[in-house]
């Protein structure tokens, strides 16, 4: 029973080493590449891609670019220029999603988004109100088509005016008309205004000197405001539909619609973070694959060489003894969208992870080497020939060992995550230090009062 429990946590020691490896391996990359904030781009654009949108954005963004080109704005720098288009790239190639949207590249131009940028590709987190209040003034300033047809409230309205007038402008009939009073004939009538302009109601703006459709008023509730921009935008459009299932007709007031509008974004944030967790998963299993076919960390040439290894195996619980003591680090990709990397500590972490893993005695280097015996000799003698006797003995060398039981079982528990065997490690050896607990001890009769100690 001790022999297995020591190959057991000897196993689980080299699970855990490796486990840590892959995770700081992926959160430096993921800190370089500035993953996390190319998957928040990438999770903006399937909020807000919308075709039947682009025409009207792409037209506003090249009226505000006219514009800026007559102020004395400084140009872009070349080499931010390359790495905005290389994340771009990255983004809409190398990550499955919707189209470039231009609604969601004129949000991340917004100030309040801009603000938030760490880095050559964009913010790694975004508050729901600094998003909420970006779209807003967003779509504010884009051109959308006005139509000039009434809305049903105010056809309905001007209908019944309408009538109202014709019926007080008819002629009376001659039968029923009342003779005049001599005042009355006396007194001149006043001039008749033809086509006077209504005055208009308070509050209301007055329209451009040139005609055309007038401007919001200052007086406008934010909600009005809000609910005629989402009528203003094209019937067709997938993203006018969802802003009015949200901003619907039981919104009281402004703060009702942010309060959903911010709900909105949260549920499509949590959306975000499960597809983050489920790529950095993909990137650190396969990262485990790799360690385990460079290491050669064959899990059952391990559990062989430490039942035969008395010294090795007592070696090795004494590492895992210590390695226990110290929680490892949390992942940033365990977390929310709101943490970001550290490189420079995943680095620390990665380095003694594979200083420890290295010094465990258990013949764990890097490094690749062909195998003795090999199939198919004429097939790899004509590659030989072609690639060079270094390369294909590499080549060799990675297809046995990805071809091994004993990797892929190590690269499939490596993959589970630090935490998992760092709890697994700490219970076995608990349970190795315990061992049985002492039987209660009795003294012998007579010898003093019938109390039972423990030795």
């Not at 007038?165 to 007194?187: F, I, L, N, R, T």
């Not at 919104?251 to 967790?277: C, P, Q, S, T």
């Not at 349970?431 to 009062?449: I, N, Q």
Request: charged share 20%; with cysteine; net charge neutral.
């Amino acid at each position: 029973m001790g022999t297995t429990l020591d190959i057991a946590i000897g196993l689980v020691s080299v699970f855990f080493l490796l486990s840590v490896l892959s995770s700081a391996i992926y959160e430096a990359l993921a800190g370089v590449f500035r993953l996390r904030a190319l998957n928040l781009a990438q999770s903006i654009e399937i909020m807000l891609a919308d075709r039947a949108l682009d025409p009207h954005v792409l037209r506003s963004l090249a009226a505000a670019r006219d514009a800026a080109a007559h102020g004395a704005a400084p140009s872009e720098p070349i080499a931010t220029r390359v790495l905005r288009r290389a994340a771009d790239l990255v983004r809409v190639r190398l990550m499955p999603g919707p189209h470039p949207s231009p609604l969601a590249d004129a949000l991340r131009q917004h100030p309040l988004i801009k603000d938030l940028k760490y880095g050559w590709v964009g913010p790694s987190y975004i508050p729901s109100h600094a998003f909420v209040a970006a779209l807003i003034d967003t779509l504010r300033h884009i051109d959308w088509p006005r139509s000039d047809a009434p809305s049903p409230p105010q056809a309905v309205a001007a209908a019944s005016l309408a009538q109202a007038g014709a019926a007080a402008s008819a002629p009376a009939p001659a039968g029923d008309a009342a003779p005049a009073s001599p005042e009355s004939a006396a007194e001149p009538s006043p001039p008749a205004i033809a086509d006077a302009p209504a005055p208009p109601p308070a509050g209301a703006a007055a329209a451009p000197p040139g005609g055309g459709a007038a401007l919001p008023s200052c007086d406008e509730a934010p909600l009005d405001e809000l609910k005629g921009i989402i009528e203003r935008m094209p019937r067709e459009s997938d993203l006018r539909r969802a802003l009015a299932t949200i901003v619907d007709s039981t919104v009281r007031d402004m703060r009702e619609a942010n309060i959903r509008l911010e709900r909105w974004f949260n549920d499509a944030m949590d959306r975000a973070a499960g597809r983050y967790k489920r790529r950095a998963q993909l990137i650190i299993s396969a990262t485990a694959l790799v360690l385990c076919i460079g290491f050669n960390a064959d899990s059952i040439k391990l559990a062989g060489a430490l039942s035969r290894d008395a010294v090795v195996r007592a070696h090795l619980i004494a590492a895992a003894q210590e390695m226990a003591k110290t929680a490892p680090r949390a992942a940033p990709h365990e977390g929310g969208l709101d943490q970001d990397e550290d490189v420079m500590a995943a680095l620390a972490q990665g380095g003694s992870a594979h200083g420890k893993l290295t010094g465990l005695d258990l013949k764990i280097a890097w490094g690749v080497q062909a195998p003795e015996q090999t199939s198919a000799p004429r097939l790899w003698s004509a590659l030989s020939a072609i690639l060079g006797q270094a390369i294909v003995a590499w080549i060799r060398g990675v297809l046995d060992r990805l071809l091994s039981p004993g990797i892929l079982i190590t690269a499939a528990a490596a993959s589970l995550g630090a935490p998992f065997w760092f709890d697994l490690l700490n219970k076995l050896v608990n349970l190795r230090t315990v061992g049985k607990s002492p039987e209660p001890y009795e003294p012998p009769k007579g010898a003093g009062p019938d109390t039972s100690v423990n030795r």
